[in-house]
């Protein structure tokens, strides 16, 4: 995983130590995991198992913000780049194959017979995006519509949009 670019300039805007900040992140992000807690923690003699109490607190007010719900402090921006803009895709993505009439059991006019959606959906997009430059997300609905619309046996979208035929597809596609 990478490291979020935007939790690197919130480090570097607060001047507070990479290394450390990293550190600092991974321990909020992953503060429920037993045993994780010792480490953020006083330890028996009063004293941080990583982070002195002061220093602690320096990096909990500029990377944290409270949680109302949970009352726990949690990071303003995630430590690991999560492709937030490829989730945002995504969405778009499915209104797109909405508009062009998919469904659960894939185009209105030719259903499938099967829930085409799984949880592998946003990989498979993810994965297409990164084998078509520039992919255009209208078109790829396009293509998927027609390929529900127009295809036998179709299978669910994860296999389609994980495969080479919707990159084929894409490129013939006008």
Known sequence: MKINPKYLDMLKNAKLDTTKGIVFGFLISFKHIKGLQDFILDDEEGKRAIFP????QKYSINLCSLNVNTGENELIEPLFDTGIYEDQDYVTFMKYLQERNIGNQGHINSPVGFNIYSTDDLQALRKTMHMI????????????????????????????????NVVSAYNLYQ
């Open 133 to 164: 430059e520039n992919c255009d997300l209208t078109k790829l609905a396009d293509v998927v519509s027609e390929y529900y619309q127009t295809t036998n046996y179709a299978s669910k979208l994860c296999n389609f949009l994980g495969s080479q």
């Open 53 to 56: 109490y002061e220093e602690f």
